[in-house]
């Protein structure tokens, strides 16, 4: 285990040469051998996700070694209805620092995120099917991001910076039995909701999504003060000294705080005055409170067929006359929104905010 964790304090090093990029999506398959067995040098990215070192025992268990630390932001990023699991690994002797709200991590962290299907979404603790596993690695000019897709055997998972296509089958939460076209990003394309002023930048684990509780081995504790515990993180004082997000899941709570966090954790990324869609004038921040800002009676920027027959992008208490639900409702190319990431419409998430727009006055 060593020999795989504290490789990652060694000198940060991309083979951007060895690892080229290409924009097309294909079929992958990676039940072949593909690579030789690796050593962990330190020189990221690696061939191999098990070469990092992140878990012990049957790589597909996820079980997380010391170092790796889970977290879980109150929110979820819809994928098709994957479900995740999350873990983030920090240098040794380093930590993250919380400034203004901001977290700002050290070089070194490697944020893991595993996205995965239940062969039955009635029983989420059965067998499952792991698609994917995306690394992003604080590296010494920034965050890079690299994609690892799961053999069929569920015994390795290889670097495909070229993303790739897979049809996954599963059963539902009514019982249907669903087929989905699956797609892994390929690593340029991260960049499209992974981008903060031009940069790469993390989506999920900014404060107001952590600063919540989560269930550890040692008992529930806020996750943020989990951090500080474990010496990884400073500059937390509270958790009512920062700002938080709730689970938009939650029916339990109020409407307008739920349509405000689906915006934030699915939309904000892009629709922020630092995202790439800052042009727009559409900001879906979860505290953002100027009604023309969150696009009501607001005529979109440039839009084109993304409006289709509508004129603003919310009107008051009429959904089905507003853009934004029409958008997230289509999966056709120039409509769909968000552009990446699903493959499928979010019908929950559609009706929440169809919920919220019809409630307003």
């Not at 051998?33 to 962990?40: G, H, T, W």
């Not at 996205?115 to 995306?134: H, S």
């Not at 440039?302 to 509508?310: L, P, T």
Request: negative net charge.
């Amino acid at each position: 285990m060593k020999n795989s964790i504290w490789g990652f304090n060694l000198v940060i090093a991309l083979l951007f040469a060895t690892f080229a990029c290409k924009q097309e999506v294909s079929e992958v398959s990676v039940d072949e051998p593909a690579l030789s067995k690796e050593v962990a040098s330190g020189v990221f990215p690696y061939g191999r996700l098990s070469t990092y070192g992140f878990f012990t025992g049957e790589l597909r268990a996820l079980n997380p070694v010391e170092e790796v630390i889970p977290y879980k932001p109150a929110s979820s990023l819809f994928t098709d209805y994957a479900m995740k699991s999350r873990f983030v690994f920090f240098p040794e002797g380093k930590k993250a620092v919380l400034t203004s709200n901001e977290l700002d991590f050290p070089q070194g962290t490697i944020l893991i995120k595993n996205f995965y299907y239940p062969e039955d979404f009635r029983k989420p603790e059965g067998k499952r099917r792991i698609i994917e596993t995306r690394l992003m690695i604080h590296e010494e000019n920034g965050w890079g991001a690299y994609p690892y897709i799961w053999n069929e055997s569920q015994t390795e998972a290889i670097l495909k910076v070229v993303g790739g296509q897979m049809e996954v089958s599963f059963t539902d939460y009514s019982g249907k039995d669903q087929v989905i076209n699956y797609i892994v990003p390929n690593k340029n394309q991260c960049k499209t909701c992974h981008n903060k002023n031009e940069s790469l930048a993390p989506i999920g684990v900014k404060v107001q999504h952590l600063n919540n509780e989560l269930e550890f081995k040692s008992g529930k504790e806020n996750q943020l003060a989990h951090w500080t515990k474990l010496g990884k993180l400073e500059g937390f004082e509270s958790e009512s000294a920062h700002p938080a997000m709730i689970n938009y899941e939650d029916s339990s709570l109020p409407l307008d705080d739920r349509a405000m966090a689906y915006l934030d954790i699915n939309c904000s990324h892009c629709h922020s005055a630092v995202g790439p869609a800052s042009t727009s004038g559409l900001f879906l921040t979860y505290d953002q409170t100027d009604p023309l800002k969150l696009g009501v009676n607001k005529i979109p920027v440039a839009a084109g067929n993304g409006a289709g027959s509508f004129d603003f992008d919310i009107v008051p208490g009429k959904a089905d006359a507003s853009i934004l639900p029409f958008r997230m409702n289509s999966t056709e190319v120039g409509i769909a929104m968000p552009e990446l990431g699903r493959t499928t419409v979010h019908k929950e998430g559609v009706q929440l905010i169809k919920d919220w727009i019809n409630g307003m006055k």
